[in-house]
């Protein structure tokens, strides 16, 4: 009969291989597109965010969580419990870290309008046009603060003082899409709780079972040895 916590561990071990896959590919993605050329005020914004985001810290993790999962196969296999021990240590390392990521992704999120205004005045005029141009709107508060950049959006200051500053809306945009990523990321430390729980409940299996497996050998092999001397003592002898 197939053990449900064997099957259970190996489900759990396989989340937390794609979790660390999964991070190890968004961080590399984005940090090879995030100084792309964009096109238009969106990519502008996602670019600005992605060059303040932790990528190497992500990295590292995704590679530390890979490594993780490879010390927890000889585990699953081995009757020793050394592996799992380690194992569930660094799972638990996995876990910390990712949710410092995660938590300096949330704490951006609490004063981005703020924060991002010196990003943007430090942005050249086709940079902040193109923002503008998306988003519908003139300067970052106001059409004053900065000053707007005149372009098709904002064609003269009475124009762009009957719009409203850039800011709500880039503070809207970036938070929708970094709530998205903290969001995955404090789920990938509840799921490296669950891996961490099931590793120990298969460390346990085997300090349950494997003893209790030797001791019914030593019992059918104290069983047998002793029916065979019962049986050598009945045979009749002959002299």
């Given at each position: 009969m197939v053990d449900k916590i064997f099957l259970s561990t190996v489900a759990a071990d396989a989340l937390f291989l794609s979790s660390g896959v999964?991070?190890?590919?968004?961080?590399?993605?984005?940090?090879?597109?995030?100084?792309?050329?964009?096109?238009?005020?969106?990519?502008?914004?996602?670019?600005?965010?992605?060059?303040?985001f932790p990528l190497t810290a992500g990295i590292v993790n995704a590679i530390f969580i890979l490594v993780t999962f490879a010390?927890?196969?000889?585990?699953?296999?081995?009757?020793a419990r050394s592996f799992l021990k380690v194992s569930g240590y660094m799972v638990t390392v996995c876990a910390i870290f990712t949710m410092c990521v995660a938590v300096f992704l949330w704490v951006m999120t609490l004063r981005m309008s703020e924060q991002f205004f010196n990003i943007y005045i430090?942005?050249?005029?086709?940079?902040?046009?193109?923002?503008?141009?998306?988003?519908?709107?003139?300067?970052?508060?106001?059409?004053?603060t900065p000053a707007f950049v005149m372009d098709s959006t904002c064609s003269s200051p009475a124009s762009a003082a009957l719009l409203r500053g850039c800011a709500?809306?880039?503070?809207?945009?970036?938070?929708?899409?970094?709530?998205?990523?903290?969001?995955?990321?404090?789920?990938?430390?509840?799921?490296?709780?669950?891996?961490f729980l099931a590793q120990s409940h298969a460390k346990t299996s085997q300090v349950t079972n494997i003893p209790y497996r030797y001791r019914c050998y030593l019992y059918l092999v104290h069983r047998m040895s002793a029916q065979g001397s019962q049986r050598a003592r009945t045979l009749p002898t002959y002299r």
């Open positions: 999964m991070e190890l590919v968004f961080s590399l993605v984005v940090q090879s597109k995030m100084k792309d050329m964009p096109t238009d005020g969106e990519d502008v914004t996602r670019n600005l965010l992605y060059q303040r010390v927890t196969l000889p585990g699953l296999v081995m009757p430090e942005q050249e005029p086709d940079v902040q046009s193109l923002i503008q141009d998306s988003f519908q709107c003139c300067g970052y508060f106001n059409s004053t709500t809306s880039i503070s809207s945009f970036a938070n929708l899409h970094i709530d998205g990523i903290f969001t995955v990321l404090f789920g990938i430390v509840g799921e490296s709780k669950l891996t």
